[in-house]
């Protein structure tokens, strides 16, 4: 089973910028597809954006969409997730997680995650 690890998160001003990175574990890393989500206190999780094993295909949520960007480095078993002209709204825990098939923006459409990082953005 795949072991992901997320890093990057931490306490930022609205209009700042983050990278966040997932580190996968395994030698096939390269043939997943690829999500993160999100989760804020009282809240669902709720899909973010979603990247295809060759970086050949992404999706984002609307409330991100031109806001973020997802990549993935197959060489270092590593997604990332460039966060620009952050909001508090975009204040949430950062998971990254493994697609196993249906709903790429379903939390159900995912078989592995990994612990997740804190994203705090102050106004």
């Known amino acids: 089973q795949v072991q992901l690890v997320e890093s990057g998160g931490g306490l930022v001003q609205t209009g700042d910028s983050l990278r966040l990175s997932c580190a996968a574990s395994?030698?096939?890393?390269?043939?997943?597809?690829m999500g993160w989500f999100r989760q804020a206190p009282g809240k669902e999780r709720e899909f973010v954006s979603f990247i295809t094993w060759n970086g050949g295909g992404t999706n984002y949520a609307d409330s991100v969409k031109g806001r973020f960007t997802i990549s993935r480095g197959n060489a270092k078993n590593t997604v990332y997730l460039q966060m620009n002209s952050l909001k508090p709204e975009d204040t949430a825990v950062y998971y990254c997680a493994k697609y196993s098939g249906g709903s790429y923006y379903s939390t159900e459409g995912y078989d592995a995650w990994g612990q997740g990082t804190q994203v705090t953005v102050s106004s």
């Open positions: 395994g030698r096939t890393f390269s043939v997943y597809n």
